[in-house]
């Protein structure tokens, strides 16, 4: 569950990256974030996870409250995937790449090996895991991100741009993957097409603000609102209105 | 800018062979790496003026890419470019010791030509060895065991992750350098005067990404000092290809092999 | 300027080993130490592949057409700091052994020592940090840069001398080596220097954030570029006078001994030559034309016509072994694809 309440987020140099944002994503909900660059969608994901410091407002995920002495145990709930795969696969292997959460969160050895195989099956990426992340492919280094993130078992994962840099088999699994998966997620995308597959909800940021929060199949049709967000309808359904 | 493209297929190549399996790759890295510097050692130790007494110490290149499936063709011509400075080192003994030392069917053969046979042949050698090292022994495998050996954890953490990141910042100086080059045509590489700027450039982008990878490492619960590995320990067969390599490395060190087998040959007759 | 595993003596190469060895210990233990920032971690493994990649990229010295790399040392202790530097520098001079054959397994030792240890744990914390202190003007920055990179390099290739005479494996000359790789090395100092202190200008324009040395510099206390270049001058001194003392010892030192050990292993190589020579005396039908009988040849042991081709055959037999051993694969290998 992702609960946020009048979130504000203004940068060092007075950009004002998000202006009272308020939202609630159920148990179980797939919301997609959608918005032009520079809307705030990343800068959302980043404040969940307690990486850009809101300056006002609060958030609840996981059932955790946002605040700096609980970003340890917030971390653990809820995972990021990131936008670049390359920068979540610092590891010398799959294996270790994934290893990585549960070793921080301290589970014993075995326990982590247990843990590690059953993501990697779960993701269907058990061949992948002896081999080092630099030689991966596009898609084989997005699905392994994934991983990383999924080791740790959270109840809520963000996604920023998840078919992002993708070629068409790739992007293909991966919002496969995405409709298979179980948890709360928030999916920061600029693949609309992909969203309303994989989504039941979206919400529409400009400039920091909302626009607007609604099912899927309603926002990403409405080619006026669409439009009036710097954004475009599905090319799914003849893009440009 | 050909450097880094060379460079680039050079890791991916030896990557590839790296990758294979066969009864070498299995071995325990640090029953590798151990014989590996046993064998520099040893060659290196070896006289002056005795070239002939390397002879012996090809059975461990010639054998370990045999049975690792390596192209050994490729091998020599890869150490062969690493050879120039020894062969320049060398000369010196070619010029400065000309005394005759041995006579060979009658020639007279200086001590520096001894020495300059033996310094290229150690070179040759021992580039072998190491570059057969790497080639049958993925980094990431060895660098899990260096704590074994004592390793600092912060020293093989940054080993690991710079060989992680080496290929992607190859990449991205790659194509830096093709955006350069495209918009200047004439220039055989960057201009000094743009240099600042290239490499600075690469250097911000690098920070950046070092943020990031941070973020990421912190999302994940990373609470510092060092993300650990875990050290596999050697088992059975890397112990007894351990000793046994050390074994014929020792002999073929202190054992006159070529003599031997030359003097048998003419005591047999 | 990279060592070679076959210039050096089992003995110099391992005590650079201990030596390296130990500076890679202390810098490790430091680190864990002092308020480290576990952000270094990743940067410094970044960095590392970053002056890697640096490293390859050719920049062109106008007037000379020639081309310049850049080493590092003082970039990379300005940007992380001299301990994660020297870590990480330690981490490049071994991916560049392991991969690409530029130094080699004993004469990491080496390696470390003159091109890590004397940039970012001597060079960097006694000329540059010192200079920058009182400013991190365009014109402090170029000569803390050039100034350091220059004092690393040339002591690193006095190192490289020394090691080398030290191990007495080549006959090159101290006083020529030194004298053919002083210049060179001030010249690829000075270049180096130079695009040291364009990078740092244009990193510090933009991000000051990055540059560790900006972050280190105290607000209070400053030394006076002439203290300095003064104190670079007695320590390169003092380096250069002290590795110079050693290295030139020896060769004399060298050559006294080998006179000794010729001598000796003269008797000893005619008393085996007498014995090998007996033993082909009885089979001349096969070698015809070997000649022990010259006088005064001084032999070594082993360096005999049999020893050649002892020798040969000797190589015959591993590459014969390696070509069965291949040949059986390939078999194994097309009968397991048939199969």
Not at chain 1, 101 to 121: F, K, W, Y
Not at chain 1, 202 to 226: F, S
Not at chain 3, 123 to 128: N, S
Not at chain 3, 318 to 324: H, I
Request: one cysteine or more.
């Amino acid at each position: 569950m992702i609960e946020v309440k009048g979130l504000y987020v203004t940068y060092p140099d007075g950009t004002r990256a998000l202006e009272g944002v308020t939202f609630l994503v159920e148990e179980g909900e797939r919301v997609a974030l959608i918005g032009a660059n520079g809307a705030g969608k990343s800068t959302l994901l980043m404040a969940l996870v307690g990486v850009c410091e809101a300056s006002a407002g609060s958030a609840r995920v996981a059932g955790i409250e946002l605040s700096k002495k609980n970003l340890p145990a917030l971390r653990a709930h809820a995972g990021v995937v990131l936008q670049n795969p390359d920068d979540q696969l610092f590891c010398a292997t799959v294996y270790d790449d994934v290893a990585f959460g549960p070793r921080n969160l301290g589970m014993r050895e075995e326990d982590v090996q247990t843990r590690v195989q059953s993501v990697l099956a779960e993701l269907g990426i058990e061949k992948l895991q002896s081999r080092m992340p630099h030689r991966l492919s596009g898609g084989e280094k997005r699905v392994a991100a994934i991983a990383t993130v999924l080791s740790m078992r959270p109840s809520v994962v963000l996604f920023d741009e998840p078919t992002s840099f993708l070629d068409p088999r790739a992007r293909r699994q991966v919002a496969n993957l995405l409709k298979r998966l179980p948890y709360t997620m928030l999916i920061a995308t600029h693949d609309l097409d992909m969203a309303l597959e994989v989504c039941g909800r979206a919400i529409v940021l400009q400039h920091g603000r909302m626009l607007a929060d609604g099912p899927a199949k309603d926002i990403l049709t409405d080619a006026e609102l669409m439009d009036g967000a710097g954004l475009e309808l599905p090319l799914g359904l003849g893009g440009r209105a | 800018m050909s450097r880094l493209s060379d460079a680039m297929a050079d890791l991916y190549a030896v990557e590839q062979l790296a990758e294979k399996d066969t009864p070498v790759h299995r071995m325990h890295p640090l029953a590798k790496l151990l014989t590996a510097l046993a064998f520099v050692v040893a060659v290196v130790s070896c006289g002056r003026y005795q070239p002939l007494r390397l002879a012996p110490f090809t059975f461990y290149p010639v054998l370990l890419s045999a049975m690792a499936d390596l192209p050994f063709g490729r091998l020599l011509r890869r150490a062969a470019l690493a050879l120039p400075f020894a062969v320049v080192a060398g000369a010196s003994n070619l010029f400065f010791d000309t005394a005759p030392a041995a006579h060979l069917w009658g020639v007279p053969v200086s001590g520096g030509t001894l020495a300059f046979a033996s310094v290229v042949l150690k070179a040759y050698l021992s580039v072998l060895a190491l570059l057969i090292l790497t080639a049958t022994t993925r980094l990431a495998d060895l660098s899990a065991q260096l704590v074994r050996l004592k390793v600092p954890p912060v020293m093989v953490t940054v080993l690991t992750m710079t060989y992680r990141y080496l290929s992607t910042l190859m990449e991205e100086a790659s194509s830096m350098s093709a955006a350069y080059a495209l918009r200047s045509p004439y220039a055989k590489g960057v201009k000094l005067a743009h240099m600042g700027q290239f490499a600075g450039q690469l250097l911000i982008r690098s920070a950046d990404r070092a943020e990031r990878v941070y973020a990421a490492m912190k999302l994940r619960g990373y609470a510092g000092p060092v993300p650990g590995g875990r050290g596999v320990p050697m088992g059975r067969k890397d112990w007894v290809y351990l000793i046994g390599v050390l074994a014929a490395v020792a002999a073929a060190r202190l054992v006159d092999v070529p003599s031997a087998v030359g003097g048998l040959l003419g005591g047999m007759a | 300027m990279h060592m070679a595993d076959a210039l050096l003596s089992p003995a110099v190469g391992g005590a650079m080993c201990a030596v390296s060895a130990g500076a890679v210990a202390y810098a490790a233990a430091k680190i864990g130490k002092d308020e480290f920032d576990d952000k270094k971690i990743p940067l410094m493994g970044i960095m590392g592949a970053f002056v890697f990649a640096a490293q390859m990229i050719n920049f062109t010295i106008p007037g000379t057409g020639s081309s310049g790399h850049l080493g590092g040392g003082i970039l990379l202790a300005a940007t992380l700091g001299k301990f994660p530097a020297f870590l990480t520098l330690t981490a490049v001079l071994i991916i560049q052994a392991l991969f690409f054959a530029d130094g080699g397994l004993l004469a990491l030792g080496c390696n470390v020592f003159n091109l890590a240890c004397l940039t970012c744990l001597i060079a960097y914390p006694l000329i540059f940090k010192p200079i920058i202190q009182k400013g991190m003007t365009p014109k402090r920055i170029a000569a803390a840069s050039v100034l350091s990179a220059v004092a690393g390099l040339v002591s690193g290739a006095l190192a490289v001398v020394a090691e080398t005479t030290l191990s007495g494996i080549t006959e090159l000359p101290f006083k020529t080596f030194a004298g053919l790789m002083i210049p060179i090395h001030l010249a690829i100092g000075l270049v180096e220097g130079l695009v040291t202190a364009a990078v740092l200008l244009f990193v510090y324009g933009m991000r000051p954030e990055i540059l560790s040395c900006a972050a280190e510099r105290k607000a209070l206390g400053g030394v006076s570029v002439k203290k300095v270049a003064i104190a670079m001058l007695v320590a390169t001194a003092l380096v250069a006078g002290g590795l110079s003392l050693l290295a030139s010892a020896y060769p004399d030192g060298l050559e006294w001994s080998i006179e000794k050990t010729a001598g000796e292993a003269e008797l000893a190589a005619q008393s085996e030559v007498h014995e090998a020579a007996a033993k082909v005396q009885e089979g001349t039908a096969i070698l015809p034309d070997y000649d022990y009988r010259e006088e005064g040849a001084a032999a070594i042991p082993g360096t005999s016509a049999a020893g050649l081709v002892g020798a040969a055959i000797t190589l015959a037999v591993a590459g014969g072994c390696g070509f069965l051993i291949h040949l059986a694969k390939k078999r194994r290998q097309k009968a397991a694809a048939q199969g």
